[in-house]
């Protein structure tokens, strides 16, 4: 049995720990040290940083941030953004991270992700998805940072991506992104139904009750949070807290 | 607190400086290296790992380092592997057709079963935190890796592959998933490994590397 993972995920714009709506609109937040910091002090289990413009730019601006992180971090870190070669996620690695999160390369290359899987090993690679919903109970997969329609439908993604050697999905709904409305429950369902990795689910959390929607009838093992972390509406330790006392198996932390 | 280097071993795929910072944390001097003769000078030796078996093999037989350190190994100096670098102790590998290890702990790594003895069907990348439960009846002749840990705390596991032991006085801890018992910390004399990360696993992964200092 797992234990359910808690993700606190930082998204990045230059120096700034920044927050959207939608993955648009960013307003900064503050210092991704400062957060990153008390996250793990409040006993996060992992941590993803995404770099939100990086695609855009066709660069990834992490390296310093998380060179500065694992100073005194001692827990799992994903970093995504702007990742297009086997060099990119050598040097993320070699600044600290375990893990790298790739959409829009994956998408443009899915032999980029067999070849990450290959060279690193599956457990190195999440891959990525921004889902939108286009019809009922159909999603469609989006890159740059949820800008860019590629036309693929999700469930099929997913499937194809497990095959490429993916460890993990990023399961990102750009509907409830930042919305504070609850997790996108049947996209959860319909990705954990297709394939047997283990998903993250982002995008929506906003009260501790979605948690249980997203493990009991997503079929999640995890979970990336972001605005109610970073707003202060709660902390990783209440979240635990609010998991252990509804029969969700958390890691046992203090 | 011993004053000569951590030698972490650098064959260009492990999580270094992760693993390094770690170690500094609890007061070590650390030296990333790849030359044989620091290696060989070692007084205390961190193998790291992430990554394909076959691969990690073929990376430390490029630089020179299998027999460096069987050497050091011989010579009863305090050696943790973690994760690809706890697997690469053992004689051999089932990953990608069967590939010798370093032969210093009996035994082979295996895939983990994709169904556990109880039926349930194991996801594979084993990714979390898990409980460490201790060995009852191991070796207490073996060094205390797992001093100050408490019974069922967690550590970071991710791995695909773990190691079938020959011998189970080297079994310290494993860990239960989903019925299956994957062994977690295993030893022979003061060559020690982890299956999972310790320098990801918290307080309690900083213990163990705080312990392994002091052997």
Redesign the interface.
């Known amino acids: 049995?797992?234990?359910v993972?808690l993700i606190p995920r930082l998204d990045i714009k230059g120096p700034n720990l920044i927050k959207g709506i939608h993955l648009e609109g960013l307003r900064i937040i503050g210092s991704p040290k400062d957060h990153a910091l008390a996250y793990?002090q409040q006993?996060a289990?992992e941590l993803i940083y995404m770099d939100s413009v990086a695609s855009l730019y066709g660069r990834n601006s992490l390296d310093e941030i998380i060179?500065d992180t694992?100073?005194?971090i001692?827990?799992?870190i994903t970093v995504g953004g702007g990742i297009r070669s086997v060099d990119d996620v050598t040097r993320m690695?070699?600044?600290?991270?375990?893990k790298v999160a790739i959409n829009t390369a994956g998408v443009a290359n899915p032999g980029l992700l067999r070849e990450v899987a290959?060279?690193?090993?599956?457990?190195?690679l999440v891959v990525s998805i921004e889902a939108k919903e286009v019809a009922p109970r159909k999603w469609e997969v989006y890159t740059e940072n949820g800008r860019q329609r590629s036309g693929l439908d999700v469930v099929e993604w997913a499937k194809q991506v497990a095959d490429l050697g993916a460890?993990?999905i990023l399961l990102t709904s750009i509907d409830r992104e930042g919305t504070r409305r609850g997790f996108d429950v049947p996209l959860l369902r319909a990705v954990t139904d297709a394939v047997?990795?283990?998903v993250i689910a982002s995008g929506g959390m906003g009260k501790h009750v979605d948690l249980l929607h997203a493990v009991n009838d997503g079929g999640i093992?995890?979970v990336a949070m972001a605005d109610m972390l970073h707003y202060k509406r709660t902390s990783v330790k209440d979240i635990r807290a609010f998991a252990l006392a509804s029969d969700i198996r958390v890691?046992?932390?203090e | 607190m011993n004053e000569a280097p951590v030698i972490l071993v650098d064959y260009g795929m492990g999580n270094l400086l992760s693993v390094q910072r770690a170690l500094e944390y609890c007061g070590a001097k650390v030296i990333q290296t790849s030359d044989p003769e620091l290696i060989r000078g070692a007084k205390r030796l961190v193998l790291p790992g992430v990554g394909a078996f076959h691969n990690g093999m073929k990376e430390l037989d490029r630089r020179g380092l299998v027999s460096v350190i069987k050497d050091v190994a011989a010579k009863d100096t305090p050696i943790l592997g973690i994760c690809l670098g706890m697997q690469m102790l053992l004689d051999e590998s089932e990953e990608f057709g069967l590939t010798n290890g370093l032969g210093l702990i009996s035994g082979r790594v295996v895939p983990i079963p994709a169904i556990s003895p109880s039926g349930e069907l194991h996801k594979i990348p084993h990714v979390g935190w898990s409980p460490l439960i201790k060995s009852a009846g191991h070796n207490v002749a073996l060094p205390n890796i797992l001093q100050g840990l408490d019974e069922e705390d967690y550590v970071y596991f991710i791995h695909s592959y773990m190691v079938a032991l020959r011998d189970q006085a080297h079994l310290l801890a494993t860990t239960n998933y989903g019925g299956t018992q994957i062994p977690g910390v295993i030893g022979c004399k003061r060559i020690l490994g982890c299956q999972f990360h310790p320098e990801k696993s918290g307080k309690t992964g900083l213990r163990i590397l705080n312990n392994f200092l002091k052997l």
């Open positions: 049995m797992h234990t993972r793990y006993g289990d060179r694992v100073e005194s001692f827990i799992p690695l070699r600044c600290g991270a375990d290959e060279r690193f090993g599956s457990q190195c460890g993990e047997s990795l283990p093992t995890a890691r046992k932390y």
